[in-house]
Every structure is written in structure tokens, then in C-alpha cells.
């Protein structure tokens, strides 16, 4: 029906009109209600299978560190001569994952000190060369690697040998 169609109806056909309308609505408001339910159902159940891989993905990397499977961010970096910080994940041994450096870096990075500089290295070639030769991990004054959770502002300095590394591709099992 058109505005102006509508603007020449009686309030009693205007009424009428819109009783007609809303009984035809009715089923269709009903359906979309059994819909809608039907697909919080399911949408339950894959957030519950989706906390549970979850649970048994933590589960998996923490036996993995435990066992020293996956290296500690020390074994790594004593072994790794070359690549990207990217290519790897980084998870806490308390499970949580993290990446490296400050929160919003374009890239992420390790601070290596020799007691009097610090050197930011932003991949594994370059902080290999420097741990080698005697460079440890941190700031002067302050030892530790620089982690943040991912997707957070959140940073915290933390103990290299707590937090373990694995390679991308092993990241869903």
C-alpha cells in the first residue's frame, strides 16, 4: 500500500489493516523464532567442541614442554641460525600464547644486551650471531624476554627458559 493510500484510510480500516498484517506475520515470526533456536543449538555445541580442542590442544603443548619436545626460547635460540620470529609460535609454560617484543610492533623482536648495550634483534639470524657470542637476553639491568599476549597491549618481562617455541605448522596439533 502507498503513502498516500494509506493517508485516505478511516482510522476503523487503518486499524483493520494493520490487524492483517500482523496476523500475517504471526507464523512468519514463529518460524523465525523455531529458527533462531535451532541455531543457538547448534551454535552451543560448536562452541563447546571448539573449547574442548582447545583444552586438548593446551593439554597436548603443555605435555610437549613438560617431555622437551618443544625447546625452551634458550634451546631455541642457540640452535635456530636462521628465519622469522613469525614463523614460530611462543607459548608460556603456564600455556598461554604470546609473541615477542613490545605490543603493536610491526615485527617481533628480542632485546640482546651485553651489559653496557642493547641491541633489538628481529629475526632469528641475528639473534643467534649475538647470543653466541656472549649476549644475553633482556636489557642491561634488566634480564628477561619481552613477551606480549597476542590480539592485547599487555606486556610483561618474563624468564627466556619459561616460554616455549614450536614451529608454525605444528600450531594445530
Known amino acids: 500500500m502507498s503513502d498516500d493510500g494509506a493517508q485516505s484510510l478511516a482510522d476503523a480500516d487503518l486499524e483493520a489493516q494493520l490487524n492483517l498484517i500482523r496476523a500475517r506475520m504471526r507464523p512468519l515470526e514463529e518460524d523465525l523464532q523455531a529458527l533462531r533456536t535451532e541455531r543457538d543449538v ?5 562452541r563447546r567442541r571448539h573449547r574442548q580442542q582447545s583444552r586438548e590442544s593446551r593439554r597436548d603443548v603443555k605435555e610437549a614442554m613438560r617431555s622437551g619436545a618443544i625447546p625452551a626460547f634458550t634451546d631455541f635460540i642457540e640452535s635456530a641460525e636462521a628465519g622469522a620470529f ?3 609460535i611462543y607459548t608460556l609454560k603456564t600455556g598461554g600464547q604470546v609473541e615477542l617484543g613490545f605490543a603493536g610492533a610491526k615485527a617481533q623482536s628480542v632485546a640482546l644486551t651485553d651489559g ?5 634483534a628481529t629475526d632469528l639470524a641475528e639473534s643467534h650471531q649475538r647470543f653466541l657470542s656472549g649476549w644475553d637476553l633482556g636489557t642491561p639491568g634488566r634480564p628477561g624476554l619481552r613477551v606480549h599476549f597476542s590480539g592485547t597491549r599487555q606486556e610483561r618481562l618474563v624468564d627466556p627458559g619459561q616460554v616455549f617455541v614450536r614451529p608454525q605448522s605444528k600450531a594445530s596439533g
Open 42 to 46: 547448534l551454535l552451543t555445541e560448536a
Open 86 to 88: 613469525s614463523d614460530y
Open 116 to 120: 653496557r648495550q642493547t641491541t633489538w
